[in-house]
């Protein structure tokens, strides 16, 4: 009978990727797949379906308050790219850089990380950061696959810094503390961008990037200080709110939405009220499919926890090996291929709530194995052939992806040793959060 029950779980778990490649919505394939797992259910027990389980399961996927901080974080997020903060993140950054070799470079990575800690998002930070940066870049005189490239892997360590929505996602999936995840993200996310500005600097070495020399007065100084500490206030808010245990991560998404507001309305005075409704719009639109996403992922996650999945899969894995870093190591290899075709959010939905019991069992904490997840997904942004940020990056600049990719190929391995450091060293992802009593 265990046998049986296996097979028809890799049927249908099969059958969720026929459905999603073949070009049917993610969601419309986690629907179809828990309705089938519930119905086979049914039948093996003798039972009638109980339809009101699909709907339950639909309305308890999105009930979770917890999951507010999606759209909060991604409203705030619109309304400070909308505020018109990505050239002023970028002199920032230069001004922190000084006159590094390749400091257009550095700056982008800096700015990048700034960018990705206030909007959650790699494509976004890709869009906005390469739309600035790479013709800059060009005109510098870098060669257009290194500045492609730059930004590409830039772009995908801001969102491992908090606040992060691909953590709130694997929060709610597995019920993990939010404000643990984000904590752990912090030292990750600030590797990466280290690492990243070490790769820029080898990479200097043998392309010879260019030097910037000119300096800049102390008027500018101090409005360039000024114009890049007023936006990160609102990361600064989201990371001290939860360290202090004032707020919590929805509630910071909620004040993050009024700092946004009051600074883009009121501070800088780059949005107009009458700019709100569209803002508006688009945050909804932003943020309704993944949330659609997850609550009939909830229907797939009910329907096979039902026919006993997270034990089977357990003891297929037992089965295997009960080496824990091995099996680290096999997860890590099966998210970077599905990082290569699917969207991170929906990775992390389907695979977080049958992984994430296996990890448990080896002793492996849920905050360490969550972080490790969200960075592979994160990858998968500048992995073809699906690299949402290594497409965005190549039509700005102009090249065919071919040449995207040689450019981001040193990025793309820097950060896959980087997830190898804090796959094999917990410390890296555990130490702030246990440092400040949070779970882990």
Known sequence: MGETMGLIIAILVVLTFVFILSGIPIYVSLLITGVLSLATLSISTGTPMATLAVSQSIFNGIGSTTLLAIPFFMLAGEIMNRGGITEKLIKFAMLLIGRLPGSLAHAGIVSSMFFGGITGSAQA????????????MKKEGYPTEEA?????????????????????????????????MFMGGIVPGILCGLVLMVVVLLRDRVVHFPRRTEKMEKSEIKKTIIDGIIPLGMPLIVVGGIMGGIMTPTEAGAISVVYSLLVSLFITRTIKVKEIGPILLQAVNSAAPLLLIIACAKVFSYGLTALQMPVIVNNLILSVTHNKYVFLLLVNVLLIIMGMFMDGGASVIILAPILAPVASSMGISLVHFGVVMAFNLTIG??????GYCMFITAKIGKIPVEKAIKGT????????????????????????????GLAV
Do not use: R, W
């Not at 930070?125 to 800059?136: D, K, T």
């Open 125 to 136: 930070c890709s869009s906005c950061m390469g739309g600035i940066l790479i013709p800059a």
């Open 409 to 436: 190929m040193p990025y793309m391995i820097a950060e896959i040793l980087v997830l190898l450091a804090i796959t094999y060293i917990p410390f890296l992802v555990t130490f702030v959060p246990t440092m400040l």
């Open 381 to 386: 942004n500048i992995t073809p052939p699906l």
């Open 148 to 180: 492609v490239g730059v930004i590409a892997g830039a772009s995908t360590c801001g969102p491992i810094i908090p606040p992060s929505i691909i953590m709130v996602v694997y929060a709610t999936a597995v019920g993990a503390s939010v404000g643990s």
